[in-house]
């Protein structure tokens, strides 16, 4: 399943209960793909792939975790 967020949108009750659901779903092996715009997001996401803008046109790939 793919995620796009909007979690910025969410007060901090409300953000963690998305991320205590996500979390549930992870450890019951499903796989979920977080479009995320928000930085702090991070640290609640063991595995991801960063990708940034280098240039135009152009990007890296960074694989966490």
């Known amino acids: 399943m793919f995620l796009d967020e909007g979690f910025g949108k969410l007060d901090s009750e409300t953000l963690d209960a998305a991320l205590n ?3 549930s779903l992870r450890l019951s092996g ?3 793909a977080v479009i ?3 930085y702090h997001l ?3 996401i063991p595995v991801r ?3 940034k ?3 135009v046109g152009t990007s890296t ?3 966490k975790g």
Do not use: C, F, M
Request: charge should be positive; charged fraction near 30%; hydrophobic fraction near 40%.
């Open 21 to 23: 659901a996500l979390e």
């Open 30 to 32: 499903r796989t979920i």
């Open 36 to 38: 995320r715009h928000i």
């Open 42 to 44: 991070t640290r609640h």
């Open 49 to 51: 792939i960063d990708v």
């Open 53 to 55: 803008r280098t240039g």
């Open 61 to 63: 790939i960074h694989v």
